[in-house]
């Protein structure tokens, strides 16, 4: 793969928006994800297999909880300096923020909001270090988009409760030491629990064959009468509105991650149209290239301003569910057109793992997927603008 030489493009000044503080935080990410993926995230990818090496490197940086509290082992920062370590990792590759974001949303997230003391305590710290991963189990094979028909259960047997069932498609499912499992009890109520690498009838078989986000290991996890003890419950919130609940800070912290694999396509084939030579000018200088490249920055520009303003209205406590869809659907489809642009600029070449935008397509496609799929943000902004149901 070619050197990294990536410069973030910021059109409308938008650092002048952030503070000394969120640029640090940027910097740091950028530098390690220079140092420590780029150079070997290709290799990855292609042999279908997750960087664990990099576990410790991503703690560092604050990417596993960074809005956590710090009594936690999290970073303590605000969420805006969490949208940038997203968009920083993803900018990299999108299967290593999606280990971050699962780590952090979708497994802290639920065990700070909803979890006892006792649980914070025990997990928390482990998960922000990196000594335990952690996965999240809400989609079925027969419930993706309607997580609500789920048939994973639970069974309340006086000392414990025994778990049946089974989740696809989970990141992180084959190493994880903790997942995070919905399953319905007796009433059919929703609950999250915490199920431990190691329980009997507890299996996590890995998914292959996958063509997009190949650098993130993604697996089932398989519940065969797995005895959970009662204290593994989380208390604090029940109903599908709780797994909802992690998704909008997960979607949120996409919305980030994929204007960075947008800005590393765009950046990538802007240098590549100054460099690349036909009839005698650099290809940069004909004019379709030019409207590519025009219309690249400019749909960049906007989700830069949508997606920091949803960072300044999650800091106030602001955001609602409906904007986060928003973002999340409008970025994932912006960075998924210019990565398909910029792959054409670089012609032949843009097919080859020389560079990285054929990756970013192709990660990408899970991305428009996984989190609610393009047509589901759609109809919840239809819900929201309308007030009538599309999924009723
Ligand atoms: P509905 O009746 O609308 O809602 C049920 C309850 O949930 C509440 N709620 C929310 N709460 C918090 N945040 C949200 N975003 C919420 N959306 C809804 C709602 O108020 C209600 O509460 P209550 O108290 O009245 O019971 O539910 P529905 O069954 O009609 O479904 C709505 C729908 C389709 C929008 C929803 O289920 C949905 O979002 N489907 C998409 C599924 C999805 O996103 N799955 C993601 C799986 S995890 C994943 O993909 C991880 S990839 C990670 C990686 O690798 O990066
Ligand atoms: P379906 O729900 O079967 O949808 C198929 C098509 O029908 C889609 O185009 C959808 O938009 C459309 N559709 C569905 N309902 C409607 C409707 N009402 N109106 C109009 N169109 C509709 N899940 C987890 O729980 N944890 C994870 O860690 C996780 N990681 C993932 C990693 C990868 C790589 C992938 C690909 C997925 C992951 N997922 C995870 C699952 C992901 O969230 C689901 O794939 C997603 O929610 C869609 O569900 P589905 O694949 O079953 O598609």
């Known amino acids: 793969m070619k050197p990294d030489l990536f410069e973030a493009p910021d059109y409308y000044n938008l650092d002048e928006l952030l503070t000394e503080e969120h640029k640090l935080v940027r910097s740091a ?38 809005y956590i509290p710090m009594e936690y082992g999290g970073a303590g920062l605000d969420q805006i300096s969490y949208g940038l370590i997203m968009q920083e990792i993803e900018r990299g ?7 971050a974001s699962v780590q952090s949303s979708l497994v802290m997230y639920p065990i700070w909001k909803y979890g006892t003391e006792a649980q914070r305590q025990k997990y928390l710290p482990k998960l922000a270090s990196g000594e335990w991963m952690g996965c999240f189990g809400l989609t079925e094979p027969d419930h993706g988009s309607n997580p609500g028909g789920m048939t994973t259960n639970f069974k309340d047997k006086g000392d414990h409760y025994l778990l049946n069932g089974a989740k696809m498609w989970i990141s992180n499912a084959p190493f994880a030491q903790v997942a995070v ?13 915490l199920v431990e690498r190691g329980m009997e009838g507890f299996t996590t078989p ?59 396509c765009y950046d990538t084939a802007l240098r590549y149209s100054k460099e690349r030579m036909q009839f005698g000018k650099p290809i940069g200088q004909f004019q379709l290239q030019q ?87 759609l109809l919840i902004t239809g819900l929201d603008i309308t007030g009538l149901n599309a999924f009723k």
């Open 181 to 193: 499992v919905w399953a319905k009890d007796e009433s059919g109520r929703i609950h999250g629990l």
């Open 206 to 264: 890995e998914t292959h064959n996958k063509w997009s986000l190949r650098a993130s290991s993604t697996g089932e996890l398989i519940f065969d009468n797995v005895k959970v003890p009662k204290e593994n419950l989380l208390p604090n919130k029940s109903g599908l509105g709780a797994p909802l609940g992690c998704l909008d800070s997960a979607r949120y912290g996409i919305a980030w991650g994929a204007i960075g694999a947008a800005m590393d």
């Open 93 to 99: 590759d999108s299967g290593i923020r999606s280990t």
């Open 291 to 377: 409207k590519k490249l025009a219309e690249m920055i400019t749909e960049i520009t906007k989700a830069q301003l949508l997606t920091w303003r949803l960072g300044s209205l999650r800091n106030d406590g602001k955001a609602t569910s409906a904007q986060i869809s928003m973002a999340k659907r409008n970025n994932v489809d912006m960075a998924i057109n210019i990565a398909r642009e910029a792959r054409q600029m670089l012609g032949g070449m843009g097919i080859t793992g020389e560079y990285s935008i054929m990756r970013h397509s192709m990660n990408l496609e899970s991305v428009i997927t996984y989190e609610g799929t393009h047509d589901i943000h």
């Open 29 to 66: 990410a950028r530098e390690w994800v220079k140092r420590e993926v780029s150079p070997i995230i290709e290799e990855y990818a292609q042999k279908a297999e997750f960087p664990e090496q990099i576990i410790s490197g991503l703690a560092d940086i604050g990417a596993f909880g960074p």
